[in-house]
């Protein structure tokens, strides 16, 4: 497990899936988290979902579980992951969800801080990004405050409850993550 100050992030287990199912049955998070149009999901699809990708690794990604470092049930809150993982330039994507009854106690920030200690200094990548919708304010902001930049700006290129709004694209390179102060990183 790599661990945070308040978050631990670690492998993904079948009965996460039915912890987490509320992320994936709600269809505002899903606006949020997914460039696919929303649609209804049993968890015997998700759990079909999980096993195909355990029996079939996909190498360009790496998800874990988030639980709470005071939870000693080890419970899961949410996922964090890279993905599109490209060795050649060195690059990946980042993102996080987390289950609504844990937002706001700062879990979000330590888990952007623990996956891209682990997307710098195990997998030696050189830059994250990090892509949100202009109307998730928490995460731009979470975004900010681990010392991503904003770099870009989609101009109405999402979907998103019936309306077009505009996807934001942040980037942290490893140099800038290495000269954070050390509280930070």
Request: charged share 30%; with cysteine; hydrophobic share 40%.
């Amino acid at each position: 497990m790599m661990k945070g100050r308040l978050v631990g992030l670690r492998e993904q287990r079948r009965a996460d899936v039915e912890t987490l199912f509320e992320l994936a049955a709600d269809a505002e998070h899903m606006a949020l988290a997914d460039s696919r149009p929303f649609r209804p999901v049993s968890l015997a699809a998700r759990q079909g979902e999980y096993d195909k990708r355990q029996s079939e690794p996909d190498p360009g990604s790496a998800f874990f579980t988030i639980q709470r470092l005071d939870d000693d049930r080890g419970a899961a809150v949410g996922s964090a992951g890279l993905w599109m993982i490209d060795m050649h330039n060195s690059s990946a994507h980042i993102g996080i969800s987390l289950l609504p009854s844990v937002r706001g106690q700062g879990l979000g920030r330590d888990a952007i801080e623990v996956i891209c200690r682990f997307g710098f200094e195990i997998r030696a990548l050189e830059r994250l990004s990090l892509e949100t919708l202009e109307i998730n304010a928490p995460m731009r902001a979470t975004a900010t405050a681990c010392g991503f930049v904003e770099e870009g700006r989609l101009r109405s290129s999402a979907w998103y409850l019936g309306r077009r709004v505009d996807d934001l694209l942040y980037g942290l390179l490893a140099d800038e993550w290495r000269a954070r102060p050390s509280e930070a990183s």
